[in-house]
Protein backbone atom coordinates (compact mmCIF):
# COMPACT_ATOMS: atom_id res chain seq x y z
CA UNK A 1 0.00 0.00 0.00
CA UNK A 2 1.77 3.83 -1.11
CA UNK A 3 -0.67 5.24 2.01
CA UNK A 4 -0.93 5.41 5.65
CA UNK A 5 -4.63 6.13 5.06
CA UNK A 6 -7.37 4.04 4.51
CA UNK A 7 -10.70 4.22 4.20
CA UNK A 8 -14.03 2.39 5.98
CA UNK A 9 -17.63 2.05 4.21
CA UNK A 10 -20.37 1.61 6.19
CA UNK A 11 -22.90 1.09 3.65
CA UNK A 12 -23.68 -2.56 4.80
CA UNK A 13 -24.85 -0.72 7.95
CA UNK A 14 -27.37 1.49 6.16
CA UNK A 15 -30.53 0.12 5.33
CA UNK A 16 -31.44 2.75 3.29
CA UNK A 17 -28.85 1.93 0.94
CA UNK A 18 -30.29 -1.48 0.40
CA UNK A 19 -31.27 -2.29 -3.04
CA UNK A 20 -33.60 -4.95 -3.55
CA UNK A 21 -33.54 -6.55 -6.97
CA UNK A 22 -33.96 -9.80 -8.13
CA UNK A 23 -31.37 -12.18 -10.48
CA UNK A 24 -31.43 -15.32 -12.73
CA UNK A 25 -29.27 -17.09 -10.68
CA UNK A 26 -29.19 -20.11 -13.73
CA UNK A 27 -27.73 -17.29 -15.58
CA UNK A 28 -24.07 -18.87 -16.46
CA UNK A 29 -22.66 -15.48 -15.09
CA UNK A 30 -23.43 -16.76 -11.50
CA UNK A 31 -21.78 -19.92 -12.11
CA UNK A 32 -18.39 -18.48 -12.44
CA UNK A 33 -19.08 -16.15 -9.60
CA UNK A 34 -19.99 -18.79 -6.90
CA UNK A 35 -17.08 -21.32 -8.40
CA UNK A 36 -14.83 -17.88 -8.09
CA UNK A 37 -13.90 -17.34 -11.35
CA UNK A 38 -14.13 -14.18 -13.92
CA UNK A 39 -17.31 -14.83 -15.83
CA UNK A 40 -16.64 -14.96 -20.23
CA UNK A 41 -16.66 -11.79 -21.89
CA UNK A 42 -20.27 -12.77 -23.74
CA UNK A 43 -22.05 -13.53 -20.61
CA UNK A 44 -21.84 -9.70 -19.17
CA UNK A 45 -23.38 -7.79 -18.04
CA UNK A 46 -24.64 -9.41 -15.06
CA UNK A 47 -28.73 -9.01 -15.27
CA UNK A 48 -30.68 -7.71 -12.30
CA UNK A 49 -34.73 -6.64 -12.33
CA UNK A 50 -35.76 -3.70 -9.80
CA UNK A 51 -38.34 -5.06 -7.23
CA UNK A 52 -39.59 -2.01 -6.20
CA UNK A 53 -40.72 1.34 -8.59
CA UNK A 54 -38.21 3.11 -6.35
CA UNK A 55 -35.27 1.40 -8.09
CA UNK A 56 -35.47 3.45 -10.83
CA UNK A 57 -32.08 3.49 -12.48
CA UNK A 58 -32.19 7.16 -11.54
CA UNK A 59 -33.27 7.27 -8.28
CA UNK A 60 -30.33 4.46 -7.64
CA UNK A 61 -27.28 6.10 -4.90
CA UNK A 62 -23.55 6.00 -6.60
CA UNK A 63 -23.15 3.33 -4.18
CA UNK A 64 -25.62 0.50 -2.40
CA UNK A 65 -25.63 -3.02 -1.08
CA UNK A 66 -27.48 -4.80 -4.26
CA UNK A 67 -28.10 -8.10 -5.72
CA UNK A 68 -24.34 -9.15 -6.04
CA UNK A 69 -22.80 -7.12 -2.57
CA UNK A 70 -21.37 -3.71 -2.98
CA UNK A 71 -22.79 -2.26 -6.10
CA UNK A 72 -21.92 1.30 -7.66
CA UNK A 73 -22.11 3.40 -10.39
CA UNK A 74 -19.32 3.39 -13.80
CA UNK A 75 -18.08 6.77 -11.87
CA UNK A 76 -16.84 4.62 -8.75
CA UNK A 77 -15.87 1.94 -10.49
CA UNK A 78 -13.65 3.50 -12.91
CA UNK A 79 -10.85 4.37 -10.48
CA UNK A 80 -11.18 1.17 -8.61
CA UNK A 81 -10.55 -0.45 -11.55
CA UNK A 82 -6.88 0.87 -11.80
CA UNK A 83 -6.19 -1.07 -8.69
CA UNK A 84 -4.91 -4.71 -8.21
CA UNK A 85 -8.24 -5.92 -6.16
CA UNK A 86 -6.76 -9.65 -5.95
CA UNK A 87 -9.00 -12.16 -6.45
CA UNK A 88 -11.96 -9.64 -6.40
CA UNK A 89 -13.66 -8.15 -9.34
CA UNK A 90 -15.63 -5.59 -10.67
CA UNK A 91 -18.28 -7.02 -13.31
CA UNK A 92 -21.08 -4.63 -15.06
CA UNK A 93 -24.51 -5.05 -14.20
CA UNK A 94 -27.47 -4.29 -16.00
CA UNK A 95 -30.49 -3.15 -14.40
CA UNK A 96 -33.82 -3.48 -15.81
Do not use: Y
Request: hydrophobic fraction near 45%; charge should be negative.
Amino acid sequence: MKSDSVWVSTVDLDNTLTQMMSTDRTDPVWAAIIEARLPSADSLPMKAWADSPRNNLLMLPFLFHGPSGNTFTREIAAPLLRFDLGKTFILPMRVF
